[in-house]
């Protein structure tokens, strides 16, 4: 008997995950590009404080959370591609306008710009990749598309301090670079995603059908319950790994946003090293995502307790940082906590939160998730430099953020164990 589905590609599942992964790279390019360079653009601008530099970021992740839950609700309502392009046409513009600024004002009307236009990706990109990677590769897959902002890392820091520090060359030339790559980015996205109102229908055998439909289930059972549960987006349990993302996340914007200035201004290190020492986050967070990932799908019942040894370990690390006498040591402290911190952790929170989400609200939850943790990303950069003005060091911004660290995984671990309780 035959009857009529839609069919994507072949392998579509593979695209999607190497467009999201290649997405966050380009995104994180234009995170990392702009803080080696403060002093370049101070030239630019006129002398500013720390607290005004660090607004910078701050601005730009204020237009990025601003647009969570609602690109949420709307990746739900109208589609993936739909929200997207305009979307990425609108960051472009916003980093655009970044090099052609001649006061702090403009930079930071530019960043917002930036921050709302890539609001739209986050839902977008993790409900494609809910709805069309198989359930036993949920995790790995999340990891590899999560790996992206490794590279970008590694690629805006020491890009950005060879091609401004080394080679003298404007800084408005890497704003250039990454605005060309968000318009190619907008091109991929309209050429390789496809829209599900326009997918194909084909006639295809029962069997055939059958086996669709087995293999979308088994995506939906992994990303989302089959009943719904009390409490929606806020159930406890999410609200307490909306918590722990926030705290995971201050401690990483800090450490993204002030570490170049801190290793500049306070151990003396200058120049293109900046960008390497920093970038060693980067270098061993691939692997650690990767085999955490691949750890919670094996042992898909103990997420929680990967996730608190997770967060336990980058508290040590994010605190053991300050404490570090010599660049040596500080690169081998950042190695670890690029294997154990944040990155590491995303994939397995990320995939424990779909876990819980409810059918039917799986860009919202998320959307709701990253909310949470990126409105983190809003405070700790404009904080941190408001006490290096206040106090001339940033140590006391870094023990902040470990105190948070450790405060965040005591609840989730609070919650944890009631809800297991329950059941």
Not at 61 to 89: C, E, H, M, N, R
Not at 155 to 175: A, I
Not at 182 to 208: C, E, R, Y
Not at 254 to 279: A, C, D, K, Q, Y
Request: charged share 15%.
């Amino acid at each position: 008997m035959e009857t009529t589905a839609k069919t994507y590609p072949a392998n579509y599942w593979k695209r999607i995950v190497f467009t999201f992964c290649m997405g966050w790279t380009i995104i994180w390019i234009y995170r990392a590009m702009l803080s080696p360079i403060y002093s370049e653009i101070q030239g630019t601008i006129g002398q500013q404080s720390n607290a005004a530099m660090g607004l910078i970021s701050s601005c730009y992740f204020f237009g990025y959370t601003a647009l969570q839950i609602p690109s949420g609700f709307l990746v739900d309502k109208f589609g993936q591609k739909k929200v997207l392009i305009p979307g990425f046409i609108f960051f472009a513009l916003g980093v655009f306008s970044i090099a052609f600024a001649r006061n702090l004002m403009m930079i930071y009307l530019g960043a917002v710009a930036a921050g709302v236009g890539c609001g739209t990706y986050y839902g977008a990109a993790f409900s494609l990749t809910a709805q069309h990677v198989p359930a036993e590769k949920k995790g790995f897959s999340t990891a590899i598309v999560n790996s992206g902002s490794a590279l970008g890392m590694i690629l805006g820091l020491t890009g950005s301090s060879f091609v401004v520090k080394q080679l003298q060359l404007p800084w408005q030339t890497m704003v250039f670079i990454s605005a060309g790559l968000i318009v190619f980015l907008v091109i991929w996205f309209a050429v390789m995603i496809i829209d599900s109102s326009k997918v194909p229908v084909q006639s295809v055998t029962t069997s055939k059908v059958e086996e669709m439909e087995k293999v979308e289930n088994e995506v939906v059972e992994n990303f989302a319950p089959v009943t719904e549960t009390k409490g929606g987006l806020f159930k406890k349990e999410l609200l307490a790994s909306y918590l722990l993302y926030f705290t995971t996340c201050y401690a990483y914007y800090l450490i993204v946003t002030w570490l170049p200035n801190f290793l500049e201004s306070e151990r003396g290190i200058t120049g293109s090293m900046i960008g390497v020492i920093t970038s060693m986050i980067a270098v061993t967070a691939v692997p650690g995502a990767l085999f955490f990932a691949k750890l919670s799908d094996k042992h898909k019942n103990n997420k929680e307790k990967i996730i608190i040894g997770l967060e336990i370990a980058a508290f040590i690390l994010v605190a053991g940082s300050i404490l570090a006498s010599n660049a040596s040591i500080l690169a081998i402290v950042l190695l670890a906590y690029g294997f154990l911190g944040k990155l590491a952790v995303d994939p397995v929170l990320i995939s424990f939160v779909s876990d819980k989400a409810e059918p039917g609200k799986m860009a919202s939850t998320l959307g709701t998730f990253n909310f949470f943790g990126m409105s983190s990303s809003v405070v700790a950069p404009w904080l941190t430099g408001l006490i290096i003005d206040k106090t001339g060091s940033g140590e006391i911004g870094f023990y902040i953020g470990a105190g948070l660290l450790i405060f965040g995984t005591i609840v989730f671990l609070i919650a944890s164990k009631r809800a297991a309780n329950r059941v």
